[in-house]
């Protein structure tokens, strides 16, 4: 049974699971066999989330052939916590980097920043872009396991 607050802004919340998480758990699919691997991200204010990878791996060789993905990011992780957490579906590439995103990065992993980005990327290596059309939040301490639609349209 959920509990009913309608006080409580499911956008701003999302915000703050995004800024108290770093894993995301991202599937991606190819000829019809799916594939999920684990990223360490970051985000901005309008939801699109930021991670790098190696591109030989197989969500990245993924991503290249099918851009569709979903993903979930997960705040309790305690067995007894209550369940906080998004779940996302969007378009994901390949994107250019920069010194924003290797700061912020390093910022939120607690890592010092290079003086040059190349310092950071070795070869082989790219940031990718989830581009989110679908958020849904799932914040049982407020509204139990009703998910709480941020961004797109309920699916039904």
Excluded at 134 to 143: A, D, H, M, R, V
Aim: net charge positive; aromatic share 8%; hydrophobic share 35%.
């Amino acid at each position: 049974m959920s509990k009913s607050n309608t006080s409580f802004n499911p956008t701003e919340l999302a915000q703050q699971v995004l800024e108290s998480t770093y894993l995301m758990s991202i599937a991606t699919i190819h000829a019809d066999s799916p594939w999920v691997a684990d990223v360490v991200f970051i985000h901005d204010e309008k939801f699109n989330i930021y991670w790098i990878s190696k591109t030989n791996t197989r969500h990245s060789r993924n991503i290249e052939l099918c851009r569709n993905v979903a993903a979930t990011i997960t705040q309790s992780i305690n067995q007894g916590e209550d369940n906080i957490g998004l779940q996302l579906e969007g378009t994901a590439m390949r994107v250019r980097g920069n010194l924003g995103l290797v700061t912020r990065h390093l910022t939120k992993r607690r890592k010092l920043t290079p003086e040059n980005i190349r310092d950071f990327l070795g070869p082989g290596v790219s940031w990718y872009k989830l581009t989110p059309t679908l958020i849904e939040l799932i914040y049982e301490p407020i509204w139990g396991y009703d998910k709480q639609l941020v961004l797109g349209s309920k699916i039904s």
